[in-house]
């Protein structure tokens, strides 16, 4: 699952689903509502993604199989498996942390965190009250990449996807970067909007 699909079908995820759109800050809320969205998103793949996290059994217990350890957060927050990759000790396509603590601090350290791992694609989720702490969080990235000289695995992409608190209907901040034989390391700010309309912005980054 490439950046591209990864944010057009959780679009359509959260277009779709029932669930109600939190309307409060309760971090319990947040997490509830995106692991549902994003295990319908990866029911949705092509490649039918196989998720891990903790609590899925509580969104829905069928997702856990028998003798599979698809209940289990490991060192991240969710991590998704294309089935032909789906073994005991295989290794994640893509891996997400969802950080449901609004502050800076507990965003900085879980998106370094996600950046020490390998996945051919990493996201990371964050939240805050106003648009001007989310321009913090953009700038967070940028210096944090920036200072610290950060290296990127070869053919990797990368998403930062923040919730745009004043966007209705939801409406989220994305952040890209991809690592290829042409790319450079640079965060590129793909702007504000629902995920799918974003989605079509990665064709047009460098």
Not at 32 to 51: G, Q, T, V, Y
């Amino acid at each position: 699952m490439n950046a591209r699909d990864f944010l057009h079908l959780l679009g359509n995820a959260i277009s779709a689903t029932k669930r109600k759109i939190p309307d409060s800050g309760e971090a319990s809320d947040w997490t509830d509502f995106m692991l549902a969205c994003i295990l319908e998103m990866a029911k949705s793949d092509i490649h039918n993604m196989h998720m891990c996290a903790r609590k899925l059994a509580k969104i829905d217990p069928s997702a856990i199989k028998a003798g599979d350890h698809m209940g289990q957060e490991f060192r991240y927050d969710i991590t998704l498996y294309a089935t032909k990759n789906w073994q005991n000790w295989s290794l994640p396509d893509v891996i997400i942390e969802h950080e449901n603590d609004w502050r800076a601090d507990s965003f900085r350290w879980d998106f370094w965190k996600l950046m020490c791992g390998y996945g051919k694609l990493r996201v990371m989720f964050g939240y805050a009250g106003t648009s001007t702490e989310i321009d913090k969080r953009v700038d967070d990235v940028r210096s944090m990449a920036k200072e610290s000289n950060w290296q990127y695995p070869p053919n990797t992409e990368d998403l930062v996807v923040l919730r745009n608190p004043d966007g209705l209907p939801l409406q989220w901040r994305v952040l890209y970067r991809r690592n290829g034989p042409d790319e450079g390391r640079e965060w590129k700010d793909l702007g504000k909007d629902t995920l799918d309309k974003l989605a079509e912005k990665i064709t047009n980054v460098n």
